[in-house]
């Protein structure tokens, strides 16, 4: 979400009422704030391919991905608030180490970044979600985060999700 910093700055108070919000000085805030965000998000995923196992970088991704998420809820941008909640969901099941963080998870996110920064420039240009689209990469979202994709160990009680990926279109 958006800081409140942010959202205190483009409001007015006047005797305890809010008098005006000017929506466009937050869309301009989230859209800046996301462009840096998948800037970094994109770095991580790259380092994430040369060692997987790095904590902190997938949280920060996770991050980028929420933050997306709960200010989408605000601003009222369904389709790019629910691919985000998709993609989330998944991350967060990296994050809490329930899932592997693959190569195909990453080639994955990577697919997510790009539609991220397709919906935010549609923002960008015109201050709605436009005709921007990710049917392809959420259902390969959705199929990644079913439990068939789920592989357990019985022996070691190994309960992660390290089964097949969706096929990553070149």
């Not at 997938?58 to 941008?77: P, Q």
């Not at 998709?86 to 080639?107: I, Y």
């Not at 049917?135 to 019985?154: F, I, K, Q, R, Y």
Request: include cysteine; charge should be negative.
């Amino acid at each position: 979400p958006l800081p409140l910093t942010a959202i205190l700055s483009v409001c007015t108070v006047v005797a305890g009422r809010l008098e005006r919000i000017d929506m466009e000085a937050i869309i301009r805030e989230f859209v800046a704030e996301s462009i840096e965000n998948l800037e970094a998000m994109e770095q991580h995923l790259v380092e994430l391919e040369a060692d997987s196992d790095q904590p902190d970088r997938i949280a920060d991704i996770f991050r980028t991905v929420h933050s997306i998420k709960g200010t989408c809820g605000f601003l009222e941008f369904s389709r790019l608030e629910h691919l985000a909640h998709v993609a989330e969901t998944l991350l967060a099941e990296v994050r809490d180490g329930d899932r592997d963080m693959t190569p195909d998870l990453v080639s994955l996110s990577l697919r997510l970044v790009d539609a991220l920064r397709e919906f935010i420039a549609a923002i960008d240009g015109g201050g709605d979600e436009g005709d921007a689209q990710a049917t392809e990469l959420l259902a390969d979202l959705e199929a990644a985060t079913e439990p068939e994709n789920s592989v357990a160990d019985p022996d070691d009680g190994d309960s992660r999700t390290t089964g097949p990926m969706p096929p990553v279109p070149d």
